[in-house]
C-alpha cells in the first residue's frame, strides 16, 4: 500500500453513460497525476495538478474528459458519454515537489470496461 | 519526442537465474530514471529510482543502473525466484514540469 487510494477500483458501465474515478493523494504531497494504460501498454499521461491547479494536459485528454482537484487535495476525473475505447485502468500517482527524488508512488488504479 | 523503449517485451527464464532487464530513451536531458513492478491487474510499485548524476541503485536483489550518454538503463535481478514473475517497467523523468515517460515494459516469468 503505498498510501495513494482510488475508488472504485472497478467499473463496468454501458456505452454512453458517464462515469467518475476518485483519487485521494498522500497527504502532504500537492502534484497528483492521471494516467492511462490499456493491456500490454505502459501508462499514458493525461493530466497533472499542483494544488488545485491543473497545470498540462495531454492530446490523450479529449472534450469528453475532465479532471478536477478541488482544495488541492483529492481529484475526481470524469468521462462524459463513455466509448467502447475508453477501456482501461485509469492510474492515479502522487508526488511532492521540491524533494530531490520526487518519487511518483501510484494507487491502485481503477478498471472501466465499457460494454 | 521522449520515448522510452524496453527490451524484450516478455521474457521467461528458470528459477535461480541471474537476468537483466534493457530500457533505453531517446532524450539524455533526464532527471531520473525509475524501475516499477506491476502485477497482473494491480497498480505500480516502485522498486528502484536513479537520479542522473548517479550510476546505479541497489535494492536487495535488484541493481539498477543509469548511462545517460548512451540513453540506457538497466535492471539486474539475482537469482530470480517465482515471486519475481510481474511486468517490470521503466519510465523516465524530465525537468520541469513533466509526467512518467513509461515504456511498455518486460513481462517476466521465472519458472519454478
Known amino acids: 500500500d503505498t498510501g495513494v487510494s482510488q475508488n472504485p477500483r472497478h467499473k463496468i458501465t454501458k456505452r454512453g453513460q458517464n462515469v467518475t474515478f476518485r483519487c485521494d493523494p498522500i497527504?502532504?504531497?500537492?502534484?497528483l497525476y492521471w494516467y492511462r494504460q490499456t493491456l500490454g501498454q505502459g501508462p499514458e499521461f493525461l493530466t497533472y495538478f499542483q494544488n488545485e491547479a491543473q497545470l498540462e494536459k495531454s492530446r490523450l485528454l479529449s472534450d469528453r474528459f475532465s479532471a478536477e482537484r478541488p482544495k488541492g487535495s483529492f481529484s475526481t476525473l470524469e468521462i462524459q458519454r463513455t466509448e467502447q475505447g475508453d477501456s482501461a485502468m485509469y492510474l492515479c500517482a502522487s508526488s511532492l515537489e521540491g524533494v530531490v527524488q520526487e518519487t511518483q508512488y501510484f494507487g491502485p488504479g481503477t478498471r472501466l470496461l465499457v460494454l | 519526442k521522449q520515448e522510452v523503449t524496453q527490451i524484450p517485451a516478455a521474457l521467461s527464464v528458470p528459477e535461480g537465474e541471474n537476468l537483466v532487464l534493457n530500457c533505453s530513451f531517446t532524450?539524455?536531458?533526464?532527471?531520473?530514471l525509475q524501475w516499477f513492478r506491476q502485477d497482473p491487474g494491480k497498480g505500480l510499485t516502485s522498486l528502484l529510482l536513479i537520479q542522473s548524476s548517479q550510476r546505479e541503485q541497489t535494492s536487495g536483489r535488484l541493481n539498477a543502473s543509469l548511462d545517460k550518454s548512451s540513453g540506457r538503463s538497466t535492471l539486474y535481478i539475482a537469482a530470480s525466484q517465482p515471486g519475481d514473475s510481474a511486468t517490470y517497467l521503466c519510465?523516465?523523468?524530465?525537468?520541469?514540469?513533466?509526467?512518467?515517460?513509461f515504456g511498455k515494459g518486460t513481462r517476466l516469468s521465472v519458472i519454478a
Open positions: 519510465a523516465g523523468f524530465y525537468s520541469g514540469n513533466t509526467p512518467l515517460v
Open positions: 532524450d539524455s536531458a533526464i532527471y531520473n
Open positions: 497527504s502532504e504531497h500537492n502534484r
